[in-house]
């Protein structure tokens, strides 16, 4: 069964660039869609991004000038760049697959939920 | 803040039924069958309990429900046990240019 493991550098200074990894192992990168979403301490979720190997991403509007996601298809693993951090970026950091399905016509529907996620990693913005 | 609105949150004694609401408008919650729900235990990554408003995924328990009234979802949970406590978190598509929205989470407490 699918896992995905995220990984980062943990402290960020502000202003610098926040880089995470989403290690994905037990399936294919480019079969889904992959969502990023974060958590602060103690708040609810936010959906940062949804991105596929094809090139279409679809980004949260309040982070689109900041965000770079991409993907390293030999290593079946996605990146998330964050630009110009604050403490506001401050959170926990998931990866989650967008599952699918296949139309009659063989085109493949993508879903707007997520089955699987990662178990998260913590970034903390701070001098 | 959330986009979509839940209480902070919901108690009741084990055996009981709760109910947990997410309320949106007619761009998310009451314009789509997109809604999920998501368990969160302390330190843990959410998990997927109900997707499309009223399903569930393999493996998740028949006591875990959903269903949708206009803007408002809802999930209930019957035969409320102690392992159902955690943060239980709704999302829903929109047709902003969001395209996903969470709300707030609802703390879950069994007395």
């Known amino acids: 069964q699918v896992q995905l493991q995220e990984s980062g550098p943990g402290l960020v200074k502000p202003w610098e660039t926040l880089s995470l990894s989403c290690t994905i192992s037990?399936?294919?990168?480019?079969?889904?869609?992959w969502n990023w979403i974060r958590q602060p301490a103690g708040k609810g979720l936010e959906w940062i991004g949804r991105?596929?190997?094809?090139?279409?991403?679809f980004y949260n509007p309040s982070l689109k000038s900041r965000i770079t996601m991409s993907a390293d298809t030999s290593k079946n693993q996605l990146s998330l760049k964050l630009h110009s951090v604050t403490a506001a970026d401050t959170a926990v950091y998931y990866c989650?697959?967008?599952?699918?399905?296949?139309?009659?016509?063989?085109?493949?529907?993508?879903?707007?939920?997520?089955?699987?996620w990662g178990k998260g990693t913590t970034v903390t913005v701070s001098s | 803040q959330s986009a979509l609105t839940q209480p902070a949150s919901v108690s009741g004694s084990p055996g009981q039924s709760i109910t947990i609401s997410c309320t949106g408008n007619?761009?998310?919650?009451?314009?789509?069958?997109?809604v999920s729900w998501y368990q969160q235990h302390p330190g843990k990554a959410p998990k997927l309990m109900i997707y499309?408003?009223?399903y569930r995924p393999a493996g998740v328990s028949n006591r875990f429900s959903g269903s949708k009234s206009g803007n408002t979802a809802s999930l209930t949970i019957s035969g409320l046990q102690p392992e159902d406590e955690g943060d239980y978190h709704c999302?829903?598509?929109?047709?902003?240019?969001?395209?996903?929205?969470f709300g707030g989470g609802t703390k879950v407490t069994v007395l």
């Open positions: 989650a697959r967008v599952p699918r399905s296949v139309r009659p016509t063989g085109i493949y529907y993508y879903y707007y939920y997520m089955d699987v």
């Open positions: 037990g399936g294919s990168i480019s079969s889904y869609y």
């Open positions: 991105f596929h190997t094809s090139g279409n991403t």
């Open positions: 007619s761009s998310d919650v009451g314009g789509y069958d997109y």
């Open positions: 499309e408003v009223s």
């Open positions: 999302s829903s598509y929109t047709s902003s240019d969001t395209l996903v929205v």
